[in-house]
Nanobody, 116 residues
Framework: QVQLVESGGGLVQAGGSLRLSCAAS????????MGWYRQAPGKQRELVAD???????NFADSVKGRFTISRDNAKNTVYLQMNSLEPEDTAVYYC??????????WGQGTQVTVSS
């Protein structure tokens, strides 16, 4: 079992910044990649960014150049720095951890709202 606790969501004006954090606990040695997905009302959940234990990153095209993802393996924490936020970034953001065997865990989600 892996538990994921997210923090850092909130309300921000367009052009502003937020940083999301996700701390993992439990069977953390089996975690390969960690990352963030988001789901806006009426839309499917989509990948925002992820990062492997070795530091390889992957971003959705819509956030490239605006968002960065980092990982502190010692603290078992992943961060999503979101800059130049747009109203289209409004969504519930979910932290995720992918285990080597293919199992995936999800956090409870944190709301990000960007006002125009």
């Amino acid at each position: 079992q892996v538990q994921l606790v997210e923090s850092g969501g909130g309300l921000v004006q367009a052009g502003g910044s937020l940083r999301l954090s996700c701390a993992a606990s439990g069977i953390i040695f089996s975690i390969n990649a960690m990352g963030w997905y988001r789901q806006a009302p009426g839309k499917q959940r989509e990948l925002v960014a992820d990062i492997t234990r070795g530091g390889f990153t992957n971003f959705a095209d819509s956030v490239k150049g605006r968002f960065t993802i980092s990982r502190d393996n010692a603290k078992n924490t992943v961060y999503l720095q979101m800059n130049s936020l747009e109203p289209e970034d409004t969504a519930v953001y979910y932290c995720t951890a992918a285990l080597a065997g293919g199992l995936r865990y999800w956090g409870q989600g944190t709301q990000v709202t960007v006002s125009s």
